[in-house]
């Protein structure tokens, strides 16, 4: 089974080009979906997270806001949650591709925001990256509630710069010409890889 790595910084459309594959029929594993589950009451990260930093949970469901106010600019801190996070990710990743695999899938398509950071594109076969233009990414950013210039420069530095992220892909969606133009570009990434004899 072919496995597509999806990623791209925020803001970019990354969401919306999921929602594309799994328009075309194949199963999509959202890290961020899961990551929200995890922390929700009765969540496996929820208890860990409680022993790391305890303001930041409340009976039983972490507050995120707050868990991102407490890490954000704070490597150490960073490190400390992602320690706890990323094995329960990779976890459920394992059970959506054997899962996947067993119903017969050729393609699986895993959408992982950090991808490259966390260099988890060498576990893909294919890394497709959602990309637009610079002003189009920050417009969209600052239109989010509560969002400052402040706290984008924080996210941002997190992340691989996107043209380093662009360089680095199979495959580029551009998500700035609207989510018709996106959708054809993705089928025709899905097309490609059938040509090659990949699905």
């Known amino acids: 089974m072919l496995v597509v790595g999806l990623t791209g910084s925020i803001a970019m459309g990354k969401s919306e080009t999921a ?4 328009r075309l029929g194949y199963p999509v594993f959202d890290a961020d979906a899961v990551v929200h589950r995890l922390y929700d009451t009765g969540g496996a990260a929820a208890p860990l997270i409680a ?25 150490e801190a960073l ?8 094995p329960l990710v990779r976890r459920e990743q394992h059970k959506f591709l054997e899962a996947a695999r067993t119903a017969g899938h050729s ?7 950090l991808l490259f950071e966390t260099g988890r594109d060498k576990d893909v076969d294919v890394v497709v990256v959602a ?16 969002m400052t ?26 998500t700035s010409k609207g989510l018709d133009v996106a959708f054809e570009q993705v089928r025709a990434i899905a097309d490609q890889l059938k040509r090659e004899g990949k699905t």
């Open 19 to 22: 929602r594309m594959f799994a």
């Open 51 to 75: 022993q790391e930093f305890p303001s930041a949970v409340s009976d039983g469901k972490v507050d995120r806001p707050l868990l991102a106010e407490l890490v954000t600019g704070k490597p």
């Open 79 to 86: 490190a400390r949650l992602e320690t706890i996070v990323h």
């Open 107 to 113: 393609v699986a398509v895993l959408d992982i925001p």
């Open 131 to 146: 990309s637009a233009p610079e002003d189009v990414q920050k417009a969209r950013m600052l239109d989010r509630p509560g």
């Open 149 to 174: 210039q402040e706290k984008l420069s924080a996210i941002l530095a997190r992340q691989l710069p996107d043209s380093e992220k662009r360089r680095r892909a199979d495959f580029v969606v551009d």
